[in-house]
C-alpha cells in the first residue's frame, strides 16, 4: 500500500516504500520518483541532448530500479546508474563498461544467463543474484550529494527488507556504496561491529540480527568503474574473486565458469 506523497515530493520515498509489499510495487514506484530536483534535471538532459553514439536511443531517463529474482540469496549494490547507461537502457549496470565487465563476470561464474547486457527487457536473468544501488538516479559527474543519497535510502532500505529472508551475503561494490549501506542495515536492526567496519578490497564483515540470529556476510570490492579497471586496479579476475566469494557465501551452487579469459 503506497503513501500520499506524490512523485514529485522530497517525501516521496520516505512515505511510499515502507507500504511497499513486493519488488515489483518497488520497482515501480521507484521508476516514478522525482524527489530530487538535480537529480531530474540531469538525467532529463542528457537524455534530450544524448551521446552522438546513441542519438537514435530513446532514454529511459528515470530512476533505475534494481535487477533479478525476489528470493535472491545473494545482492550486489553499486553506486547509481550512469548517464549513458542506466539513465539510457532502463536497466542497473547495463550500457556501459562497469555494466560489461560486471555481467561478463557473472556469467563467468554461472550466475547470468549471458555475459553483456543491452536494455531492459533484452531476456538477461539472473541466478540468485539481485542487483541495485543506493542512489536511482544518474548524477552529475558520477556524484550523488548526500542529501540525494539520504532522499534515495528508503528505496534501499524497503528493498533489502524484502530481500531479507532469503538474504546470506551483499557484494559492496565501492566506498560509496559501504559508506551508503551501514546505516541502512543498522537502521534495519542489524548488528554491526563496533567502531563500524572500513571499507577495503576483499574485506568482510559478518553480522547477525540479534532477534532471530540470521547472520549475513558482507563482501567489499573495488567498483568496477572505467578508471578502476583500465588503471587495473580492479581486474577481471579480482572482480570474479569477489562475486565468486559472495556467492559462496550466499550457498549458491557453484557452476562451471564459462568461458573466463585471461585476467
Same mark, same amino acid.
Given at each position: 500500500?503506497?503513501?500520499?506523497?506524490?512523485?514529485?515530493?522530497?517525501?516521496?520515498?520516505?512515505? +511510499?516504500?515502507?507500504? @511497499?509489499?513486493? @519488488?515489483?510495487?518497488?520497482? *515501480? *514506484?521507484?521508476?516514478?520518483?522525482?524527489?530530487?530536483?538535480?537529480?531530474v534535471a540531469w538525467r532529463e538532459e542528457v537524455a534530450r541532448v544524448k551521446r552522438r553514439a546513441f542519438r537514435d536511443w530513446e532514454y529511459w531517463a528515470r530512476p533505475v530500479p534494481g535487477f533479478g529474482p525476489a528470493d535472491a540469496p545473494l545482492a550486489i549494490v553499486g553506486l *547509481?546508474?550512469? *548517464?549513458?547507461?542506466? !539513465?539510457?537502457?532502463?536497466?542497473?549496470?547495463?550500457?556501459?563498461?562497469?555494466?560489461?565487465?560486471?555481467?561478463?563476470a557473472l556469467y563467468d561464474l554461472g550466475l547470468a544467463?549471458?555475459? +553483456?547486457?543491452?536494455?531492459?527487457?533484452?531476456?538477461?536473468?539472473?541466478?540468485g543474484v539481485r542487483i541495485t544501488v543506493p542512489v536511482h538516479c544518474a548524477p552529475p559527474a558520477n556524484r550523488p550529494t548526500g542529501?540525494?543519497?539520504?532522499?534515495?535510502?528508503?528505496?534501499?532500505?524497503?528493498?533489502?527488507?524484502?530481500?531479507?529472508?532469503?538474504?546470506?551475503?551483499?557484494?559492496?561494490?565501492?566506498?560509496?556504496?559501504?559508506? #551508503?549501506?551501514?546505516?541502512?542495515? #543498522?537502521?534495519? =536492526?542489524?548488528?554491526?561491529?563496533?567502531p563500524r567496519p572500513v571499507f577495503g578490497h576483499g574485506a568482510e564483515v559478518l553480522i547477525t540480527d540479534p532477534g532471530t540470529r540470521h547472520e549475513?556476510?558482507?563482501?567489499? =570490492?573495488?567498483?568496477?568503474?572505467?578508471? !578502476?579497471?583500465? +588503471?587495473?586496479?580492479?581486474?577481471?579476475?579480482?572482480?570474479?574473486?569477489v562475486l565468486r566469494r559472495g556467492a559462496d557465501l550466499a550457498g549458491l551452487p557453484r557452476r562451471p565458469a564459462a568461458g573466463t579469459g585471461p585476467a
Open positions: 500500500m503506497r503513501g500520499e506523497a506524490g512523485p514529485q515530493a522530497h517525501d516521496f520515498p520516505a512515505v +511510499t516504500a515502507p507500504g @511497499l509489499e513486493s @519488488l515489483g510495487e518497488l520497482d *515501480a *514506484a521507484v521508476a516514478e520518483c522525482r524527489a530530487c530536483p538535480r537529480l *547509481a546508474p550512469a *548517464a549513458h547507461g542506466g !539513465n539510457r537502457t532502463g536497466r542497473i549496470f547495463t550500457g556501459d563498461p562497469s555494466g560489461d565487465a560486471l555481467y561478463s544467463s549471458r555475459p +553483456t547486457a543491452t536494455r531492459r527487457g533484452d531476456g538477461l536473468e539472473l541466478y542529501a540525494e543519497r539520504d532522499t534515495c535510502r528508503p528505496w534501499l532500505a524497503r528493498e533489502l527488507d524484502l530481500l531479507r529472508p532469503d538474504l546470506r551475503a551483499i557484494v559492496v561494490l565501492g566506498a560509496f556504496a559501504w559508506q #551508503a549501506l551501514l546505516p541502512v542495515l #543498522a537502521d534495519a =536492526g542489524w548488528q554491526l561491529p563496533r549475513l556476510c558482507l563482501v567489499a =570490492g573495488y567498483h568496477p568503474s572505467r578508471r !578502476n579497471m583500465s +588503471t587495473r586496479t580492479l581486474t577481471p579476475a579480482m572482480l570474479r574473486d
